[in-house]
């Protein structure tokens, strides 16, 4: 078995840059780059980096990017680059670092309740359009990107998510259900993911339509789980206590930036 942690060293600089961050409570000012903001959970700090696009017409759609277990590594940047590339805003959401946590640890959260707070965060900025800020995680950041689907008004003010875009989550772990956010669902999955079937994805997706949800399911064939990642074989995962295979596929990682994009520009316009 080949487990790969070396992998995630790259981590350890993007958390030097995160340590620096503005430390802030709204964005009202114009702020970019990584900021820091106090959680309304937690006695802590989140933090996150903020991008704008390069060309921005207006005020600009943001998409917050919830990473895996890994934490922010390259797949994070690269899909941040991409969505910045096509005029979408983009926060990586931290939520390892200001805990502690890391790819090795046994005990790994999925914090709600930060993307709520990036949300309201984000909301403030005057170059983003507020009605317009999406999620998208990967493997546990996408189990962000569904719960935080069934967000009530108590929990996310006067701001709703505009869509939610979950690669690879454990779709057995979720449901989509009526109310909540509102907002459109996208789930993306290989046939030959370790962590989830393609079945209960199917599930999923079914039980959101028969709520009144716009969900839909997208599967590639021949896709391993992390398939937009660097990785390729078994990891040992300390926080479910159990391996599973993981290979990148650039032929899959390009129609899936193709099928979000369609769906980014279908809901969000």
């Known amino acids: 078995m080949r487990v790969l942690i070396g992998a995630f060293a790259n981590i350890l600089v993007l958390g030097g840059c995160a340590l620096a961050a503005q430390k802030v409570t709204d964005l009202s000012g114009g702020q970019v780059g990584w900021v820091s903001y106090p959680s309304t959970s937690e006695q802590i700090d989140i933090r996150g980096e903020l991008v704008l696009p390069g060309k921005v017409d207006g005020k600009a759609p943001a998409m917050i990017i919830a990473h895996a277990s890994g934490g922010i590594d390259a797949r994070n940047l690269r899909w941040a680059a991409f969505l910045r590339d096509h005029g979408i805003a983009t926060f990586q959401l931290d939520y390892f670092g200001p805990r502690g946590v890391s790819a090795t640890s046994a005990s790994q959260p999925i914090p709600t309740y930060d993307a709520y707070d990036a949300l309201r965060l984000l909301a403030t900025h005057p170059m983003i359009d507020a009605t317009r800020i999406g999620i998208i995680g990967f493997s546990r ?3 962000i990107a569904l719960w935080t689907a069934n967000a009530p ?3 996310t003010g006067r701001h709703r998510f505009a869509a ?6 454990s779709c057995g772990m979720a449901s989509v259900d009526k109310g909540g956010s509102g907002a459109p669902v996208l789930v ?4 030959l993911d370790e962590t989830t079937s393609v079945r209960s994805c199917e599930r999923l997706v079914e039980d959101a339509r028969a709520a009144g949800r716009d969900a839909t399911l997208t599967v590639y064939e021949g896709a391993h789980h992390g398939w937009d ?3 390729m074989g078994l990891w040992f995962h300390p926080a479910l206590g159990r391996s599973y295979y993981m290979a990148p ?9 193709r099928d979000v994009l369609s769906f980014l520009q279908r809901v969000m316009k």
Do not use: K
Request: no cysteine; charged share 15%.
């Open 141 to 143: 950041g996408a189990q």
């Open 164 to 169: 939610h875009v979950a690669l690879y989550p």
């Open 188 to 191: 993306l999955v290989g046939t």
């Open 153 to 155: 008004a108590s929990l």
């Open 249 to 257: 596929n650039q032929a899959v990682t390009e129609r899936s930036r």
């Open 229 to 231: 990642g660097d990785y």
